[in-house]
Structures are given as C-alpha cells and as structure tokens.
C-alpha cells in the first residue's frame, strides 16, 4: 500500500510539473497612481482561496507592491463537517468565516471579507444581485488583477461555476487589468474530474502560467490547516489538502487582459 501511494504521489508530481512556461500573475501589470498593485482573489467558500492557489497568494502578498484582497461569496455551512461535529449549520458557517480570516492573515491579505450566501446556494441566489455586489467589491478594491475560479470550476461544483461566472462579469465592468483562472494542468485535471461533482459543459481551462511556490509550501500548509473544520472534519477536503500540498507549481489560465492605463 505505501508502495502505491508512493507511485500515486510521483505520477501526480509529473503531471503537475507539465512544461507550462513560468512567470508572474503581475506581469504586464500597471501599478496605480499610489505606486500599488491591487490583487483581489474571488471565490465561492472558505478554504478555496488556499486550495490550488496559496502559494501563489503568499508570494504575492511578499511583494511590497501588492495590497492583497480575499473575497469569499459562501459561509460554508453545508460541509459534512457540521454533522461530523454535530453543530448546526448556522455555527459552521460563522466557525468557517473565522477560519478565513485566519487563512487571510497567514496569507498575507490586507482585507478578507465574506458575503454569506449559503454554501451550495449561490446558483438559487439573485443573480443581478450576487454581480453588483462582487463588481462592488471589485471597485471598492480597486483591484487590479482578479482570480477565481475556471468556468468548470476544477471540481465542477455549481457555487464554483457561479463565482466564476459572476467575477469574470466583474472584470469585464471594472478597470481591472488582468482575469486570471485558478486551473490545473490537463493532467492533473483529468485525474481530479474522478471525483468531480457534476459533468457540467463548462470549459476546463488551460493553464498558459505556472508559479514556482516552492519557498511558500510551509506557509501555504499553514493557510490551508487555518480551516481546522475541514482539516479534521471533513473527509475528501482533509484527503484534498494533502494531495494539493504535493505540488511545487500553482496553474492559472490568463482569461482577460487590458491596458493599465488608469
């Protein structure tokens, strides 16, 4: 058995190391006229700001350029972990907003704010409402480079699909220079989408940048166990942080681009 898992862990390893070329989600990035770089990261529940992009945060948030922003739509209060610790839904929502702060402060985000909207929920929320409200966020951040999640969503979870959705929307309203998708390389992909959730249509992106976050591991172990819930709570999230934290590499797909001049 430790056999295998060893063959399992090296296959994954090379497939998250496909030759995608290396670089920066701030290249070709205008910093404002304060001389900063607003990075505002969007996603749909608390934990997924850490999964398949912390490392990629934590090296943003050393940049003495970047004033990092975390956005989160859901509470996360549907998690198995709420029957695993016999609580109710309302108290694993407020025990998961907690646990994103905490994630945000190792991060190194300047502000972490959470909208609320029910775990599993945002595909029934008001959707003229869910938008204004990320575009107002957007704005109020003055964000110049945003990152969500793909359009599939890398697990095809509908609150994913949704967030994508609803932030690419956001860019396309705000002077935001760069759109970049959180994606895996199609490898890795193909592997994940054994345990997707839907067969959803939607487009599973191709990552066109891939971030060396060997030096931000430890941090991002760190980001990643802030959410204690799920870290000891919640089996397939428990099983997903320790298969994300083999990686050395964090995948995006470049999804919009503007000129920086504000």
């Given at each position: 058995m430790r056999a295998l898992r060893t063959v399992v862990c090296l296959a994954l390893g090379l497939a998250g190391c496909a030759g995608y070329p290396e670089g920066?989600?701030?290249?070709?990035?205008?910093?404002?006229?304060?001389?900063?770089i607003n990075v505002m990261a969007v996603f749909a529940h608390p934990d997924d700001e850490s999964f398949y992009t912390g490392g990629t945060l934590i090296k943003l948030g050393k940049d003495p350029r970047v004033r990092l922003h975390v956005l989160c739509l859901t509470?996360?209060?549907?998690?198995?972990?709420?029957?695993?610790?016999?609580?109710?839904?309302?108290?694993?929502?407020?025990?998961?907003?907690?646990?994103?702060?905490?994630?945000?402060?190792?991060?190194?985000?300047?502000t972490a704010a959470c909208m609320g909207y029910d775990d599993q929920g945002l595909a029934g929320a008001d959707g003229a409402e869910l938008s204004a409200r990320v575009e107002d966020a957007v704005r109020k951040a003055g964000a110049d480079v945003i990152i969500t999640h793909d359009p599939y969503g890398l697990s095809g979870h509908e609150d994913h699909i949704v967030c994508?959705?609803?932030?690419?929307?956001?860019?396309?309203?705000?002077d935001a220079q760069r759109l970049y998708y959180v994606t895996m390389s199609p490898a890795r992909y193909r592997f994940n989408l054994l345990f997707a959730l839907s067969d959803s249509p939607a487009e599973k992106s191709v990552p066109t940048v891939r971030v060396n976050i060997r030096a931000e591991k430890t941090m991002k172990r760190l980001a990643l166990y802030a959410h204690v819930t799920q870290h000891h709570f919640s089996f397939w999230n428990a099983l997903a942080m320790r298969e994300d934290?083999?990686?050395?590499?964090?995948h995006f797909a470049l999804a919009g681009a503007r000129d920086g001049v504000k």
């Open positions: 920066s989600l701030l290249d070709g990035v205008r910093p404002g006229a304060d001389c900063r509470n996360g209060n549907m998690d198995e972990a709420k029957d695993n610790l016999g609580i109710t839904r309302e108290m694993l929502g407020r025990m998961r907003v907690k646990e994103l702060e905490s994630a945000a402060m190792v991060l190194g985000a300047s994508s959705r609803v932030a690419t929307a956001a860019f396309s309203e705000t934290l083999l990686f050395d590499y964090e």
